[in-house]
């Protein structure tokens, strides 16, 4: 058994940013992709991707020591396991996220955590002039890009096992709310041939959504509608989606989502919120660790099952049951009082 070394282990959580930008940067130069056919050296690597190739190296070698990458002589690097995930074509691919957190704009929010923790207020607005993320997305557009891709590769990740884990075929509309580029609803109509379903977010993310969801084959089942959730989301659904969405909002902004949400549904129709639950002491880093990115970002948060509960109290809603979906989401329903 390896010997314990308490003072080894906290310096691995120190140096954590160091692992999570050398990840970005290989994510975002595409190297997964460059080692689909088998193993390369660096050199070769470096010129495909137009960088420097002893800088690139170390990289390589030095995410190799971690266990992304395996590095052989000659100066040859090939996947790990862990490494396939960076590939554009993994099942849940982790590389658009990858990409997404070590944005300069992003890390910057991060580098001021320390002002949340001293105000309670989301860092982000305090490092870029007051503008919040999205603002700061729909300005700049690139941005914008960079976060729905990595949105979709989260999505892709999870949305066989929530399509497994609960039963949507009772639905014969569903609305994705803010559903980005309709990643998970791509999944429930594939699986559900007779169901059809209404993809709305704001109009910048989903202009390009119709493509996708015609490649896809679901395009003549899904209508695509652009708007404000803090203006009226599209009625006529059997259920509502909220994936990833009330954690961007502190308790105000959810109860006005929730609120648009319960004026656009029929009473039998069901609120489906898709989150993480925040467990016990001690346990659960994704969901407590996601938190604190709610605080310093968009100024969210992740929440408890009661909190939930309060939360759909003050907007119509009563709390449903609570389904662990054996990812890190579960599916919380909503029924409208
Ligand atoms: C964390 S992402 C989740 C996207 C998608 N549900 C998923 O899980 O992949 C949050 C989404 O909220 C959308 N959003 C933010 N403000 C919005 C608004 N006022 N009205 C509609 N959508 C909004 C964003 O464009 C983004 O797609």
């Not at 957190?101 to 007051?130: D, N």
Request: aromatic residues 8%.
């Amino acid at each position: 058994m390896a010997e314990q070394n308490p003072s080894a282990d906290l310096m691995r959580l120190v140096n954590g940013y160091q692992v999570s930008q050398a990840i970005h940067v290989v994510a975002t130069l595409g190297i997964a992709d460059l080692l689909t056919d088998g193993p390369r050296t660096s050199d070769d690597l470096a010129a495909v991707a137009e960088v420097h190739p002893r800088a690139l190296y170390r990289v390589l070698r030095a995410l190799a020591a971690v266990g992304v990458f395996r590095e052989d002589e000659g100066g040859f690097f090939s996947l790990t396991p862990m490494g396939e995930g960076l590939r554009s074509d993994a099942t849940g691919p982790v590389g658009p996220w990858a990409a997404f957190i070590g944005r300069p704009y992003y890390w910057q929010a991060w580098a001021h955590l320390r002002h949340s923790v001293r105000t309670g207020e989301s860092a982000f607005p305090h490092v870029h002039g007051g503008a919040d993320v999205w603002e700061c997305r729909a300005r700049h557009l690139e941005e914008g890009a960079i976060f729905d891709r990595a949105m979709t590769g989260l999505s892709r990740g999870v949305a066989d096992a929530l399509v497994s884990a609960y039963d949507f075929s009772r639905f014969g509309r569903v609305v994705d709310v803010a559903g980005g580029q309709g990643a998970l609803l791509v999944a429930i109509l594939a699986a559900h041939p007779g169901m059809h379903g209404v993809l709305f977010d704001q109009p910048h993310v989903v202009s390009g959504a119709g493509k996708v969801l015609r490649a896809a084959g679901v395009g003549d089942r899904c209508e695509v509608v652009g708007g404000s959730f803090f203006e009226a989301v599209p009625g006529g659904g059997d259920a509502y989606l909220l994936k990833a969405i009330l954690h961007d909002w502190d308790d105000v902004g959810s109860t006005a989502i929730l609120h648009a949400c319960r004026r656009a549904m029929r009473p039998q129709a069901k609120l489906l919120v898709l989150e993480r639950v925040i467990g016990l002491p001690n346990e659960g880093p994704d969901a407590k660790f996601s938190d604190l990115n709610m605080l310093v970002a968009p100024g969210g948060q992740e929440r408890t099952g009661d909190e939930f509960a309060t939360l759909f109290a003050a907007a119509g809603f009563r709390l449903g049951s609570v389904l662990p979906t054996g990812t890190r989401l579960s599916v919380i329903e909503g029924v409208p009082i």
